[in-house]
């Protein structure tokens, strides 16, 4: 079965502790990208992958890394959490980077930094 | 700035009417269009979508229009179903030669519920 998988799917975390969301995928997409999904503003992109070693910034990069070592997992680092960090985030994959190609999404995980 | 709005933060319908979401865009390079659907602790899934090059695009049950001298979309569910209730995400995207690589810039959501 198709999967994007995230992990942890809930997290209450304190300024400053950094952590890590994990997307995992087994579809062998290329194409990988985060989302922060936040009321009133939509989805908006923070890194994108196209591939393995190969990342860029979306819209809303500031306060955030990613790492692409190999092609299934993507994971999202928050260096230094702050409050304004609280969100839902989504990551999402896609065979390669036409738009064309349906793009999945994991269940989300949400953040809460206190 | 909100490149893609879509004004109506929720649409209530009766089952078996015609429920219109809208969408307007500022950015005239966009060039393709989506809509996703979201359910509650699901991540989005795709809908279905439109190439500028089209004015109308339907899949079934969903119809989504372009007017692109108005920068506007619409997705039409004929009929509605409750099962269709759901949060609705219009996004677009400019290919302006590969620059925009994979970029998709999303309205906020309208939530739709449809009613028995």
């Known amino acids: 079965e198709a999967q994007v998988t995230q992990n942890p799917r809930y997290l209450i975390t304190v300024t400053g502790k950094k952590l890590t969301v994990t997307c995992s995928q087994n579809m062998n997409h290329e194409y990988m990208s985060w989302y922060r999904q936040d009321p009133g503003l939509g989805l908006r992109q923070i890194y994108y992958s196209m591939n393995v070693e190969v990342t860029d910034k979306g819209d809303v990069p500031e306060g955030y890394k990613v790492s692409r070592k190999e092609k299934r997992n993507f994971p999202l680092i928050l260096e230094s959490p702050s409050p304004n960090q609280t969100s839902l985030y989504f990551c999402?994959?896609?065979?390669?980077?036409?738009?064309?190609?349906?793009?999945?999404f994991g269940p989300g995980t949400r953040l809460l930094v206190l | 700035d909100q490149q893609v709005k879509q004004n109506s933060p929720s649409l209530s319908v009766q089952e078996g009417r015609i429920s219109i979401l809208n969408c307007d865009y500022t950015n005239s390079m966009f060039d393709y269009f989506l809509w996703y659907k979201k359910y509650p602790a699901e991540g989005p899934t795709f809908l279905i979508s439109?190439?500028?090059?089209?004015d109308k695009n339907e899949d079934g049950r969903f119809t989504v229009f372009l007017n692109k001298s108005a920068k506007h979309l619409s997705l039409h569910i004929v009929p509605s179903q409750p099962g269709d209730s759901a949060v609705y995400f219009c996004?677009?995207?400019?290919?302006?030669?590969?620059?925009?690589?994979?970029?998709?810039?999303f309205g906020q959501g309208t939530i739709l519920t449809v009613h028995p």
């Open positions: 996004a677009a995207s400019a290919h302006a030669g590969g620059t925009s690589y994979g970029k998709l810039t």
């Open positions: 439109i190439s500028s090059i089209k």
């Open positions: 999402a994959t896609r065979i390669g980077g036409s738009l064309q190609e349906t793009q999945y």
